[in-house]
């Protein structure tokens, strides 16, 4: 979020007056969108909304405020506003969850965050990226929640492994490596980790020598947990 003033080649901008907010898209390329937006309900989903608006209450006199949007922000900022006024929320991908969760992060719009989150349960490799997301935001609680989504779902993969073998041969090498390091890693014999590593070299590697080399390195790891 910048102060009005820096330069940039597409911008959308939201410009704080006495009766509202109007949101606009500015750029050579682009017609002029003009969003009014009711005060009140922004400052009910947004501390950083209330705060704004709070601070034109004590200075009637004072010039209007425009906060500069980056371009690639506008669709995320639309589904915020969509959030805020109808509590209804249509991102699909992964892509567009995170966005979305980083701008109610930035407006301090809290319950959009969470439900958020809560989409990013729902696919096991979208969770297992929450502990990344959460050094992309600013918010302590929104830390906290995306760190124990993550510990709460490999503690539920490793306690039956097998069982979401499915999606678990879709995952990146290494965060197949980060489950089979745990601690709480549980199988009945060592054969299950060589089986499901085999299967996952084979998957993302057909070439014989790479995927006996990172099946070699993965398991190194995963007997040494299982130790």
């Known amino acids: 979020m910048k102060q009005e003033g820096n330069q940039a080649p597409h911008v959308n901008y939201i410009s704080r007056k006495s009766k509202g907010v109007h949101f606009s898209t500015d750029g050579d390329d682009s017609a002029e969108e003009v969003i009014n937006v009711n005060s009140k309900i922004l400052s009910k989903k947004s501390n950083m909304f ?6 034109m209450k004590s200075e009637p006199e004072a010039q209007s405020l425009t906060i500069q949007i980056e371009a690639s922000e506008e669709e995320a900022f639309s589904g915020l506003l969509e959030f805020i006024y109808f509590s209804t929320m249509s991102p699909s991908s992964y ?119 990172l099946r070699n390195c993965t398991l190194n790891a995963s007997f040494a947990s299982l130790t």
């Open 50 to 55: 209330f705060k704004l608006f709070n601070e």
């Open 95 to 213: 892509t567009e969850i995170v966005n979305l969760l980083m701008i109610s992060d930035e407006f301090q719009a809290f319950s959009c965050a969470e439900v958020c989150i809560r989409l990013l349960e729902m696919k096991i490799e979208w969770a297992l990226s929450c502990c990344e997301l959460s050094a992309r935001v600013h918010e302590l609680y929104l830390r906290e929640l995306l760190i124990k989504v993550e510990k709460e779902q490999k503690s539920k993969i490793c306690s039956d492994i097998m069982s979401h073998k499915d999606e678990l041969l879709q995952l990146s090498f290494d965060k197949i490596e980060a489950l089979f390091c745990v601690d709480t890693l549980k199988v009945e014999s060592e054969d299950v980790v060589y089986d499901f590593i085999r299967a996952w070299a084979q998957n993302h590697y057909p070439n014989t020598e790479t995927a006996a080399l």
